[in-house]
């Protein structure tokens, strides 16, 4: 992904922050209950733990950890998704912080707790190894980190456009006010999942239903 391209991104996130929790109205029974399921998920992975949030866009997900955490740290790049964050009734324990995924340096790395929903399907291939371990050097040795994102459905969420040749897709999207958008998307297999997730990490469990998947795991013990 070339800077462009992430300012595009950013601009596009920007612009769909005041519709994108529309994602969260369920579709059918099936989507209720996945739903369902990553918020029971992350609650259990999460409970009594410091977390670092990355990509917390409108702190849906935020709200959810912020329930049983001790504290929650939640960034995004996008100040139009933390303004809407803020607008939230959310809890003392959680702080809002304007960061890049890429770029976490000046954070604690005092962890214990990881959380990124919705964000690794718009990490170009090319950098997930580099936003991994970005993202675990700030937490601690065997902290429990709690992933999330889209299974491709067809028709839903745009139109897939085929993969570039370093093996990422994007989609076409429309926002309400007419605007159309090229945004990075990228899919991915429970193996593909367990390939990305699996140096560094133990524990970990990669689950996927009809619309969402869900990963869990801990950092290395020793670094």
């Known amino acids: 992904m070339t800077a462009l391209e992430e300012a595009n991104l950013r601009r596009y996130y920007d612009q769909r922050a005041p519709e994108y929790e529309q994602i969260y109205l369920p579709r059918d029974q099936q989507h209720a209950c996945e739903l369902g399921e990553l918020s029971r998920e992350l609650r259990e992975a999460l409970r009594g733990r410091h977390?670092?949030?990355?990509?917390?866009?409108?702190?849906?997900?935020?709200a959810c950890a912020a329930g049983v955490a001790l504290r929650v740290t939640a960034t995004d790049a996008s100040l139009a998704m933390l303004a809407e964050a803020r607008e939230k009734p959310l809890p003392a324990n959680v702080e809002l912080l304007a960061r890049d995924a890429y770029d976490l340096h000046d954070l604690p790395s005092d962890f214990d707790g990881g959380l990124a929903t919705f964000w690794l399907s718009h990490v170009p291939r090319a950098r997930l190894r580099a936003f991994l371990d970005g993202f675990h050097a700030r937490l601690v040795?065997?902290?429990?980190?709690?992933?999330?994102?889209?299974?491709?459905?067809?028709?839903?969420g745009g139109e897939l456009l085929p993969a570039d040749r370093a093996g990422d897709t994007y989609k076409v999207r429309r926002l309400t006010d007419g605007g159309r958008h090229r945004v990075l998307k990228n899919y991915f297999s429970t193996e593909e999942l367990r390939t990305v997730?699996?140096?560094?990490?133990?524990?970990l469990a990669v689950r996927?239903?009809?619309w969402f998947w869900s990963a869990r795991y801990r950092t290395a013990l020793v670094r």
């Open 51 to 62: 977390v670092l949030e990355v990509a917390c866009g409108t702190g849906y997900w935020t």
């Open 141 to 156: 040795a065997g902290a429990v980190v709690y992933l999330a994102d889209n299974v491709y459905v067809p028709g839903v």
């Open 197 to 203: 997730l699996a140096p560094g990490t133990s524990e």
């Open 208 to 210: 996927a239903g009809k």
